[in-house]
């Protein structure tokens, strides 16, 4: 959804009553161009773009799927990592980590999610993120692990990919309990939830891909392979609790981080030290 709405942590707002009233109304009055706002509305991210400060080496290919071409950044040698942003990021927020994946020997592929950095598409959803997911790995071949930030951790765990689930995982401030927290981020925005049900519904019919059946949580505790979840205390849009909850699962570890937020934690030595752990662990 919207950056404004998926980022919006306030409780309150002025607009709110009158957002509520107004997407009601033209739900009620025309509800199938209301579906065409709200989807333009709730399911455009912000893109960005950053091309300075490449990794020397960065070697960029567009790829070819279902969902439009996608733009993946490749670097270094060796098994393959796939790196998955979240939403209203890019790729470019992993550069740091590509580089510490690159240096132990590995080759490190991110791509930009469908509608957001330099890839195809207008709109983005969890469903076509998965889609396009599934067809990223089918074209590089054998994983040896994967590591998604916030969105892309529920992404990562809403694939039925079988190499999915036996690959090493690291997950970066996940948004581990999706659903409830997508629906709360809507309705804290006073937009209509009659109305976002009737654009889920469309994207659910056209996947085949019910949310609910997604269950990040769940999908968790039941891997086959080893995950390592690092996660700020303070982190003020994936709540830590979230990642404590899935700790305790017997099979995920959970190392906390202080100060680092929900970005900055991408570039942090707690996470380049998680990442060396978990390689090391299956070499």
Known sequence: MSSKIYFNTRRFSPSKWLL??????????????????????LLTPSRVQRDTDLPAGLVRQAVHTSEGQLMSYRLGQGPVWLLMHGWSGSASQLYPLMEQVAARGFTAIAY??????????????????????????????PIAGVMAHSMGGAVALSSRNPRLQTCPLLLVAPVVDYVPQLYAMVAR???????FDAVVK????????????VDPLAALAKRLGPALIVHDEQDRFAPHQDSLRASQNGRTRLISTQGLGHGRILASPPLFAAFVELSQSVS
């Not at 997911?133 to 074209?139: C, H, K, S, T, Y």
């Not at 925005?189 to 009659?194: I, L, V």
């Not at 469309?202 to 059946?213: F, K, T, V």
């Open 20 to 41: 509520g009233l107004g997407t009601r109304l033209h739900h009620g009055l025309a509800p199938a161009h209301a579906k065409r706002t709200a989807s333009k509305l």
């Open 189 to 195: 925005s006073g937009y209509s939830m009659r109305l």
């Open 202 to 213: 469309e994207i659910e019919q056209e996947y085949q891909h019910p949310l609910s059946e």
């Open 112 to 141: 930009d999610h469908p509608a957001h950095g330099h890839s195809e598409g207008k709109t983005g959803h969890l469903p076509r993120f998965v889609r396009a997911l599934d067809e990223v790995i089918e074209r590089f071949g």
